[in-house]
C-alpha cells in the first residue's frame, strides 16, 4: 500500500510539473508574438499617424512635468490602449464624416451632467492649456467629478503640434485619460476646403483678424457637433485653452443653473471674456451649433452669442434698451467671474497682440 501511495505522490508531482512547464512556454511564446507584432506595426494598426504619435511616446522617459502626477513613464504600450484611430473610433456616430475626428485619445463617459469643451491650437512662445486643464480639474469636487466629461480639441491643423500636444497631455493626465474624465481629440476628417472664400471685411477688422474669428467658429462648431453626438450631456459649458477657474468652480455654476428653469434662459455667462465660460442647457447647445453653422463667417463668437438671443426675443418696435433688456433676461450672467483670463500671447499667429 505505501508502495502505491508513493507511486501516486511521483505521478502527481510529474503532471504538475508537466502543466508548469506547458504554462510557462505559451507565456514565453506570446512575448515573442508580441514583440514580434509590435516590430511589424500590428499593434498601431499599420496607420502612419498612429506610430509617428506613439514613438513620441516612446521618447519620453522622463517626466513631462515633474508637479504633476504623471512621474510614471507612459509606455507605447499603454499609449496604444488610449489611441484611436480614424473612421473605426467613431462607427456609432450616427451623423457625417465631418464630426469624426481623424485622432482620439481616451473615450468620454455617456450621458454626463456636464461636458466642458476646450478648443486649443498653436500659439507662439507659450502654451496655457496644460494650466488650463489643471485648473479645470482640481475645480472639480470629488462628489462632482462622476458627473462632468472635459474635451480638449486640438484644432489645428500641424499634424507635429496635434501629436506632441496628445503625447505630453497623455502624460500629465494619463489617470483622467484612462478613468474616462478627460479625452483630447484632432481635427475631423472632413474640413471645408474653400472656407476662406466667404469671408469678407467688416467691423474695421483686418483680413487676418476676420481669418481668426472665423476660424475660431468653426472650431466651436466642429467642438459641440462632436459633443452632441457622442456624449450628449445636459449642460456643456464652453471655455477657451487660456484661462483659470476658480477654485469650486464647478458646484457654483450648478447651484446657479439649476435653481433657474432651463425654458428661463438661453446660456449663462461666469467669465467677461469672449466665449470662456458659458455655459448651455441640451436644447440651447443645439440651436447655438444652428446659428454657429449658419453665421460663422459674419461675427466673432462672442457677438454671435448676444445675436443668437437677440433673434429670439427682440421685435422689430423694441428700442435698443428694451432689446438688452430682454436679453439679459435669457442670457443670464453670475454675479462674479468664475474664470480668470490668463493668455497674453493671442492664439492669432500673426500678428500678436496683448490681451490683458
Known amino acids: ?21 506547458t504554462f510557462t512556454f505559451a507565456i514565453r511564446d506570446n512575448q515573442r508574438n508580441t514583440a514580434k507584432e509590435y516590430e511589424t506595426g500590428k499593434f498601431v494598426d499599420g496607420n502612419k499617424e498612429k506610430k509617428i504619435v506613439i514613438h513620441k511616446i516612446e521618447k519620453l522617459n522622463k517626466p ?15 499609449f496604444s490602449k488610449f489611441l484611436k484611430i480614424g473612421s473605426t473610433v467613431n462607427s456609432s456616430i450616427n451623423t457625417n464624416s465631418n464630426v469624426k475626428p481623424r485622432l ?3 473615450k468620454l463617459r455617456k450621458r454626463p451632467l456636464v461636458t466642458i469643451g476646450v478648443p486649443s491650437v498653436l500659439r507662439r512662445r507659450h502654451d496655457y492649456l496644460q494650466d488650463t486643464l489643471r485648473s479645470l480639474l482640481k475645480g472639480i469636487s470629488d462628489n462632482l467629478r462622476k458627473d462632468v466629461n472635459i474635451l480638449v480639441y486640438v484644432a489645428e491643423a500641424n499634424s507635429t503640434f496635434v501629436e506632441d500636444q496628445m503625447a505630453a497631455l497623455l ?8 478613468e474616462g474624465i478627460v479625452q483630447v481629440i484632432g481635427p475631423p476628417f472632413k474640413q471645408p476646403e474653400d472656407w476662406e472664400s466667404k469671408l469678407f471685411l467688416n467691423f ?6 476676420v481669418r481668426w474669428r472665423s476660424r475660431q467658429n468653426l472650431d466651436m462648431i466642429n467642438l459641440l457637433s462632436y459633443v452632441i453626438a457622442t ?12 484661462v483659470l477657474a476658480n477654485e469650486g468652480y464647478m458646484h457654483d455654476i450648478l447651484m446657479y443653473v439649476e435653481s433657474k428653469p432651463t425654458r428661463s434662459w438661453d446660456y449663462c455667462s461666469f467669465s467677461t471674456v469672449g466665449g470662456a465660460g ?6 440651447s447647445a443645439r440651436e447655438f451649433l444652428a446659428m454657429l453653422k449658419l453665421f460663422w463667417y459674419t461675427k466673432p463668437l462672442d457677438w454671435l452669442l448676444w445675436d443668437f438671443v437677440r433673434v429670439k426675443v427682440c421685435g422689430y418696435s423694441d428700442t435698443s ?30 500678428p500678436m497682440f496683448d490681451n490683458r
Request: positive net charge; proline residues 3%.
Open 64 to 78: 513631462i512635468n515633474p508637479t504633476t502626477a504623471a512621474s510614471k513613464q507612459i509606455t507605447a504600450s499603454k
Open 231 to 242: 456624449d450628449d450631456p445636459q449642460y456643456f459649458l464652453m471655455m477657451e485653452d487660456d
Open 104 to 106: 482620439r485619445l481616451g
Open 321 to 350: 434698451d428694451i432689446c438688452d433688456e430682454k436679453i439679459e433676461e435669457r442670457a443670464r450672467k453670475y454675479f462674479a467671474p468664475l474664470f480668470k483670463h490668463t493668455g497674453v500671447v493671442s492664439s492669432r499667429t500673426n
Open 1 to 21: 500500500m505505501r508502495k502505491f501511495r508513493q507511486i501516486c505522490y511521483v505521478a502527481a508531482l510529474f503532471v504538475v510539473c508537466f502543466v508548469l512547464a
Open 204 to 209: 474695421g477688422d483686418s483680413i487676418s483678424r
Open 278 to 283: 458659458k455655459i448651455f442647457h441640451r436644447e
Open 171 to 178: 502624460g500629465n493626465y494619463f489617470s483622467e485619460i484612462q
